[in-house]
């Protein structure tokens, strides 16, 4: 029988807590749709959506 893997991120002191962002973009060579996967601060979800 398979053990499930959980991942937790558990915010300790100090540390932020981490979104996982998904963003989907045009390639510039192909024109075929990439998707940018990045673990970003809380906070600082706008600003990872806003840039191209």
Known sequence: MAKKAVATFSAKSGAK???K???M???PK???YVFN???V???KVKDFFAKK
Do not use: N, P
């Open 17 to 19: 807590s981490m979104v």
């Open 21 to 23: 962002c998904i963003r």
């Open 25 to 27: 973009d045009k390639s």
């Open 30 to 32: 192909t024109g075929a």
């Open 37 to 39: 996967e990045q673990l």
């Open 41 to 43: 601060e809380a906070d």
